[in-house]
């Protein structure tokens, strides 16, 4: 085919699947029962919590039967386990009582996560159009998603608009000018940037601005029609150190005094993600009462009296504990680096934070013989797909045998590939692995 037709068709194939595309979403829409959230008190969130952290089964650490019934599945697999899901989700409410939660969907963008979390309560933090037609496929109300993503194109911008989301973060005046444009009349809250120093996974050259130009940046918007309405930080997943908390919640207070004296009442005070889930390489990371609690005091001194509404936006802290992946030992290979285990899921299979070198806790079901260090790695070409080096366990492993990545639901679903034509995990849910 010529090279223009062949554009021309492509062109023409690719307007008709997102015709068929928007079809099928406003009719799955249509069919949508809009949720009523539950009114949760005190003591319903602990009644809740205790039924569910007295369950017996669970993924992470996988019980016996969960093991039992991983080991029948012969490839890779990825094992949410929802009721994990919701107790991560209530672990905020019992940590601070009217805390809002706004589920980052892009952590674990799983329908049956998402239907389980709005069930419950929660919102969500949505960064694209495609996240928001998943999280609205839930019922949930559209001011109940948050458009976190400080760099949004103008068309997803217009789509959640028209869709009804009324709150939107910005970081630049660029972002400011598309928001008044295109979403009139809306939340404005703007992202502050964090230093580094205390992250695992630093966000804070990308994204935010200093809390002088966050200030202008709320001006500016009243000046175009929006309406200030808060601050956002995020200090950067898996952070352990509540103290990183400390120096930007500070900052976000000061721009809600400095804005005080320009008439404006901010009220939303979101505090973002980074709530982090134990690995082998860090066993005992703080909790998210501690880190809610470091938060409270700060707030306490400089807002004293001051009601603001305090939210969060858990991915990992959410998803996380709620999933592990399972995989195959393929070959056991004597290397001149020592021993190795290649394994048929790795990096580009969902063991995606391998990739910030944190070392998964694995159950290694049928095997306990002496801890040697072994060389982990997945099933690619590529040797950046190395999931962990010295890692100790079971010298007896052998080719064919399970290992069980535990925590390992964050970022998972959300980035594994298809590369080399190598499967992703197959999904699956500890409720239909496993009746109970
Ligand atoms: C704006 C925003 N909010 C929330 C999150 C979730 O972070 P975490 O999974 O560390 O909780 C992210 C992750 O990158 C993010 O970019």
Redesign the pocket.
Known sequence: MERRNFLRASVIASVASLAVDAVRVSEARAAVKPLTPPTLSEADVAARLHKLRTRNQRACPPTKEVMTALQRIPNSVLLYDLDQVEQNYLTFLEAEPGVEVFY?V??APNPRILQRLAAAGSGF?I?SRAELDLALATGVVPTKCIF??TVKPVADIRYAFDHGVKSYVADSRHEVEKLAKHAPGTNLYVRISVDSKFASHP?GDK?GTTPEHAKELLLLGRKLGLKPYGTHF?V????LYPQAWETPTAQAASIFRDMKKHGIDLQFFDI????PTAFASSPNPPSVKQILDTVKTVLDRELPGQNVRLAV?????IAGSSGTVSARVMLRADRASGEWLHLDAGIYQGLFDAVDHYVYEIATPGRSGAPVPFTLCGPTCDSFDTISKNQKLPGDLQEGDLLIFENAA??SESCNTTFNGMPSPAVHYLDELLPI
């Open positions: 980052a892009k952590c933090d960064a976190s993503n966000l994204f995020h950067g997943t898996q952070c973002g993600g980074g709530y936006e858990p991915g990992r802290g964050a970022y």
